[in-house]
Every structure is written in C-alpha cells, then in structure tokens.
C-alpha cells in the first residue's frame, strides 16, 4: 500500500467514525425521547453531549487533513437511525432494548476507534491515534456504565409492559 492509499483510508475512517457519531446522535436523541426514567436519561443526555464532542473533534480532525465529512457516508446512518427512532417508540419494552441497542452500539464504536488508533498509527498519525484512544476511553465508559445497570434496565421493563 503506498503512503497516498494509506493517507485516503485513514481519511475514510474517520468519515466513517464521523458518520457513526452523528448516526449516535440521532440514536440517543430517540432514546431520550421514549424513556422517562430520568437516572438513566441523566447518563444518556451526558453521553449525548460527549457524543458531540467527539463528532466536532472528528470533523476538526478532518479539517487539519485537508478534508471534511462525508455527506454519502453519512446519509445511510442518519436515514438507519431515523428508522431505529421510529421503532423505538412502537415497541413495548423501550426501555431495555434501548439499553441493549445502546450497549450494542457502544461495542461497534470501541472496535472502530481501535481500528482506527490502529492504522493512524500504521500511517504515522499519532494525532488520529490519540484521538481514537481518547474517544474509545469514552465510548468503554458508556458500555460500562450500560452493563452496570442491567437489573435496573430489566425492571423498568417489567414494569413498563404491566
């Protein structure tokens, strides 16, 4: 692979890294939307702020490499997570399977910064690869936080399809 095919594909993770956040975006403004548990909407409007941040720095990032996001990228995940939102607010049990697609979600976005840190480093990038250790710290505390709360997710559950 020559440096200039190396330079492209890391351009193209991080629009796709981008795309994510702003398809996350939309995710948990529907699960904020269609939960009212406020302690977990707490941790959920949080997020949502980290979340971004990391699509400002993503696009920054871009912006530094003479690049920016990809409207083609994106316009899949924004139309995929419209139609989650839709979704959300038909079935019975939001709220534990809003923390299971969360949850779920949260592991995609782990896996695609590390590949990400991985081939910024391959390329030489230690500034993509810092910021992709960064944003998968924030992601693993999300999951974290997620897989804490597994009980209390199964309770409002039962209690929300009494």
Same mark, same amino acid.
């Given at each position: 692979m020559t440096a200039e095919d190396l330079h492209n594909t890391l351009i193209s993770y991080l629009q796709d890294?981008?795309?994510?956040?702003?398809?996350?975006?939309?995710?948990?403004?529907?699960?904020? %939307? /269609?939960? @009212?548990?406020?302690? !977990?909407?707490e941790q959920f409007r949080a997020h949502r702020s980290e979340t971004q941040r990391h699509a400002f720095l993503l696009e920054q990032r871009l912006s530094e490499l003479g690049q920016g996001r990809s409207l083609v990228v994106e316009a899949p995940a924004i139309i995929g997570a419209w139609f989650k939102g839709m979704m959300d607010w038909v079935r019975p049990d939001k709220i534990g399977k809003n923390a299971r697609d969360a949850y779920v979600t949260e592991h995609?976005?782990? %896996? /695609?910064? @590390?590949?990400?840190? !991985?081939?910024?480093?391959?390329?030489?990038?230690?500034?993509?690869?810092?910021?992709?250790?960064?944003?998968?710290?924030?992601?693993?505390?999300m999951a974290k936080w997620i897989d804490e709360h597994w009980d209390r997710f199964v309770g409002l559950t039962l209690q929300e399809t009494r």
């Open positions: 890294a981008h795309a994510m956040e702003e398809n996350v975006l939309r995710m948990l403004d529907s699960i904020l %939307a /269609s939960s @009212s548990d406020d302690f !977990s909407n995609l976005e782990i %896996a /695609s910064y @590390s590949l990400l840190e !991985s081939l910024a480093e391959r390329a030489g990038d230690a500034k993509t690869a810092a910021l992709a250790r960064q944003i998968r710290a924030d992601e693993e505390a």
